[in-house]
Every structure is written in structure tokens, then in C-alpha cells.
């Protein structure tokens, strides 16, 4: 079974844009969790211009679902990952500035930091996973650094799935076949929505979990939260 787990992030770009703490963050990923939610993920960056590090740490208090921590692991990052000890932590080699997650890790090239960074982050019992490109070279040097899973960055699926979805997802087809004879946990996210998701999870039926975020937060203003969570987990379950 595939595990549908949130990604709140854009939540708390709304109660930042006023101020207050309308929504609040951790009343909605409770929610989320009763309407069917199987994990809350979210993704902290150091200008905290959505998540805020301290949503984090009154999160982790209350989330009974899968945590999942996204994040570049620097200092105040790793910090946060070992005080809140989340079920997973999900490594992203995002710059500060970032908007949103736009690349995988160069597996090749950070494979001695990386494989640092897998190793304290199970010295706290967290399960790594690392964001990671859909292409074959840095499958193995991923397996090399000890990570538990790698998440497979989407984007480049959700743009190509309405002129061909067969030739969209062939590359992730391949790389999952990979990552399962290493003895990698699938994960997979970014641009996943309710056209796009069935098709992935069909094409590969292993998928450990999706974290949709945007979509889903869209979808919820027509559908509502409770409704759209069910609509994906639906997707999930074709």
C-alpha cells in the first residue's frame, strides 16, 4: 500500500500572510490525519516563510501518523531533525532561496557528506530518505551513503504526462526497478496531483509513499480537506 502522507507547507503560508495563527497549522495536520491522512510532511527553510521551526517542534507533539522532515541538512536543520526525532527525514539539496524543491542530489559528487549525514541521523533512529533525480547513475552511489529510501523528484512526470504519459513516466519506471533490486524504499513527490497520480502508482505499484502538498491545498479549496484527502487516497488505491 502506498501511504498518502500531506504536506502542510502551504498552510502555513497562509496564516503567515495575515500574521496570526488563522489556520492553524497543527488543528489542520490533526485534521488531515482524521480525514485519512497517513503522514504529515513538512519542509522547513531557513527564512521560515512557510513552516516555521518552532510548527516543528509543536508538531512532532502531537502528529500520530508518519512525520516526514524535509530539509537541506544544515546545522540548525540536522539540530531540529535530532531534537523532534521524526519517523523519516527526507535530505534536499535546496539553496536558501529556493521556492520549492527543483532538483535531486548529485549522489556522486555529495556521497561523502551525504553518507555522514545518513549515519547521525540513524544514530537518532530516523529513516533517511534523499531526494533524488530520475536518472540511473546516482541510484547505486545513493545505496553507498546508507540512506533507507530515496524520493523521486516528479516534476518533470507532472509536465510531460498530458502529451505522453507513457514516455513521462518511463524513466521512473526504470529507476524503480533499480532502486528495488538495491534494496531502496520508494518514495516519491513534487507537482503530484489528481490527473497525474493514479498513473504513477499503476506504473509502479511498490511506491512506500507520495508527499503532495500544493495540489492537494488547491483541490481542498473546491472540495473541501476531508473530501480531497479522499480523493487522492483513492487515486492511490486504483
Excluded at 212 to 225: F, K, R, S
Aim: aromatic share 8%; with cysteine; proline share 5%.
Amino acid at each position: 500500500m502506498t501511504k498518502l502522507s500531506v504536506n502542510i507547507n502551504k498552510i502555513a503560508t497562509l496564516r503567515n500572510a495575515r500574521g496570526a495563527d488563522n489556520p492553524n497549522v497543527v488543528k489542520v495536520a490533526l485534521d488531515a490525519e482524521r480525514f485519512g491522512a497517513q503522514g504529515i510532511t513538512v519542509h522547513p527553510r531557513p527564512d521560515e516563510r512557510h513552516i516555521r521551526y518552532q510548527d516543528v517542534i509543536d508538531l512532532a507533539k502531537v502528529v500520530t501518523t508518519e512525520f516526514n522532515i524535509e530539509g537541506y541538512p544544515d546545522k540548525r536543520f540536522m539540530e531540529l531533525v535530532r531534537l523532534v526525532k521524526p519517523a523519516q527525514a527526507t535530505l534536499v539539496p535546496d539553496p536558501p532561496t529556493a521556492i520549492t524543491s527543483n532538483n535531486g542530489w548529485d549522489t556522486i559528487s555529495n556521497q561523502g557528506m551525504l553518507k555522514d549525514i545518513v549515519a547521525e541521523l540513524h544514530e537518532s533512529g530516523i529513516r533517511v530518505s534523499i531526494f533524488i533525480n530520475p536518472e540511473i547513475k546516482y541510484f547505486e552511489p545513493a545505496k553507498l551513503t546508507g540512506t533507507d529510501r530515496v524520493e523521486l523528484y516528479t516534476e518533470p512526470y507532472a509536465s510531460n504526462y498530458h502529451k505522453d504519459r507513457d514516455a513521462a513516466v518511463k524513466p521512473y519506471v526504470e529507476v524503480a526497478e533499480i532502486a528495488k533490486a538495491l534494496g531502496l524504499g520508494l518514495n516519491a513527490g513534487h507537482d503530484l496531483d489528481l490527473q497525474n497520480l493514479a498513473f504513477l502508482k499503476q506504473s509502479i505499484p511498490y511506491l512506500d509513499e507520495v508527499s503532495i502538498g500544493h495540489a492537494l491545498v488547491c483541490d481542498a479549496l473546491y472540495y473541501g480537506l476531508e473530501n480531497t484527502i479522499q480523493m487522492y487516497r483513492r487515486k492511490l488505491e486504483l
